[in-house]
Nanobody
Framework: QVQLVESGGGEVQAGGSLRLSCAAS????????MGWYRQAPGKQRELVAA???????NYADSVKGRFTISGDSAKKTVALQMSSLKPEDTAVYYC??????????????WGQGTLVTVSS
């Protein structure tokens, strides 16, 4: 069984910074994709940032220049450094990984979510 554990959420004032971390545990061959999503109250879950094979990164337009995603496949971790936070960044942030099992199947795994609250 593969599990993701997130940490680093909390409350911060507008303009501040937070760093989210996510670590995978369990038995699998390798990680093929890592990312962070968020869901604000009353809204759909949306992509924040992602890393695909070859370390290609992708960011939502709303966070470009403010957030940075970094991943370490060997350590099975992914982090999201968030700076210049705005009240509209308030949401539950979810870590997502796609891992390849030892039977070469793709397995999508989600973390439990961590709340980020940005006060004005």
């Amino acid at each position: 069984q593969v599990q993701l554990v997130e940490s680093g959420g909390g409350e911060v004032q507008a303009g501040g910074s937070l760093r989210l971390s996510c670590a995978a545990s369990g038995n699998f061959w390798r990680i093929s994709a890592m990312g962070w999503y968020r869901q604000a109250p009353g809204k759909q879950r949306e992509l924040v940032a992602a890393i695909a094979q070859g370390a290609r990164t992708n960011y939502a337009d709303s966070v470009k220049g403010r957030f940075t995603i970094s991943g370490d496949s060997a350590k099975k971790t992914v982090a999201l450094q968030m700076s210049s936070l705005k009240p509209e960044d308030t949401a539950v942030y979810y870590c997502r990984m796609v891992v390849i099992t030892f039977t070469t199947e793709d397995l999508e795994v989600w973390g439990q979510g961590t709340l980020v609250t940005v006060s004005s």
